[in-house]
Nanobody
């Protein structure tokens, strides 16, 4: 079992920045690929970014490329999502998730590929 707790969300003006954190506990965090997803009101949950077990590989949805950076600190069982140049369309609940069974060298982007989820943190970007 893996427990995930996100933090760092909030209200920010367009163009601002936020750093989301996801603290993991329960099992060997450093063995797993991790992902960030988001869900806006009335929309399906969508992939944002993923990072492999070592941090050597990352993947991003096109809409956040160049604005967001995913990273991880395996010593502290934490994964981060640095978000810059935020836009109103980034408003959503952001979730971190564990891909327990994926390949260490291939990052998956489907919600069904991730089997542990946090409770989410709200990000609201005002125009």
């Amino acid at each position: 079992q893996v427990q995930l707790v996100e933090s760092g969300g909030g209200l920010v003006q367009a163009g601002g920045s936020l750093r989301l954190s996801c603290a993991a506990s329960g099992r060997t965090f450093s063995s797993y690929n991790m992902g960030w997803f988001r869900q806006a009101p009335g929309k399906e949950r969508e992939f944002v970014a993923a990072i492999n077990w070592s941090g050597s590989r990352t993947s991003y949805v096109d809409s956040v490329k160049g604005r967001c950076t995913i990273s991880r600190d395996n010593a502290n069982n934490t994964v981060y999502l640095q978000m810059n140049s935020l836009k109103p369309e980034d408003t959503a609940v952001y979730y971190c998730a564990v891909d327990e069974f994926g390949s260490r060298w291939h990052l998956r982007v489907g919600t069904n590929d991730y089997n542990y989820w946090g409770q989410g943190t709200q990000v609201t970007v005002s125009s």
